[in-house]
């Protein structure tokens, strides 16, 4: 089925640790994105892509590092995971359209990560 | 800076009951777009609607019912006759203009008891 999917949907690691999730959309949208879900907070934007090759910071990136050298693909790293980097991860894409500011962001099955 | 609150934390209803979840946001930018997405059980994220700051009009869908308010900056969301079934977590969203990604409200959880 053509959409956008995570992997892993679950993954358990160790403080220290670098862990790499993997977020795929077969749509060819421009924008990519990558939020973390956590109680009382909302989602928020942690990096954000427009396009191959070309990413920004959001809201909270630190400890994160991500890469876009296909479209269709935006893993995003956790370089030394910390304890509190345990959350869901969302992965989301949009359209871009020229001229047309209203697209609307659609959203990966997320993946549960556990930092011991 | 953009900010979006949801102040309804948890609400628990009773099947066939209406229920408004409120969501009040706050931008400098004059055109804006504003989001409903629902997060079931299971976890995924649902798209639910999308309303352009520039279109005032409510908006129904079935059982779903949307009313922007921009003097009160508000943008409510109204189940009627919940069903068990809409049990989830739902979340506004405002994105602004030149901006790309969403600034989320904390959510807020709806429980509908049989």
């Known amino acids: 089925d053509a959409g956008i999917t995570q992997s892993p949907r679950y993954k358990i690691t160790e403080t220290g640790r670098q862990v790499t999730l993997m977020c795929h959309q077969t749509w060819s949208h421009s924008y990519m994105f990558w939020y973390r879900q956590d109680l009382g907070h909302g989602l928020r934007l942690i990096y954000y892509s427009a396009a191959a090759d070309i990413t920004d910071k959001g809201e909270v990136p630190d400890g994160y590092v991500v890469s876009r050298s296909k479209t269709e693909n935006f893993p995003l790293t956790l370089e030394s995971a910390t304890r509190s980097q345990t959350s869901v991860y969302f992965c989301?894409?949009?359209?871009?359209?020229?001229?047309?500011?209203?697209?609307?962001?659609?959203f990966g099955p997320g993946t549960r990560l556990l930092v011991l | 800076a953009q900010k979006v609150t949801q102040a309804q934390t948890e609400i628990s209803v009773v099947e066939k009951e209406d229920v408004t979840l409120d969501c009040v946001y706050e931008t400098r930018d004059t055109t804006y777009y504003l989001f409903w997405y629902k997060q079931p059980p299971s976890g995924e994220l649902v798209f639910l609607i999308r309303r352009n700051s520039f279109d005032e009009q409510n908006e129904i869908s079935g059982r779903y019912s949307w009313n922007f308010q921009k003097s009160t900056s508000s943008f409510n969301f109204t189940i009627t006759a919940s069903q068990v079934v809409d049990s989830a977590v739902y979340f506004c969203?405002?994105?602004?203009?030149?901006?790309?990604?969403?600034?989320f409200g904390s959510g807020t959880r709806l429980q509908v008891q049989p």
């Open positions: 969203a405002l994105r602004g203009t030149g901006r790309r990604a969403l600034t």
């Open positions: 989301a894409s949009s359209e871009s359209r020229l001229g047309d500011n209203q697209e609307t962001q659609y």
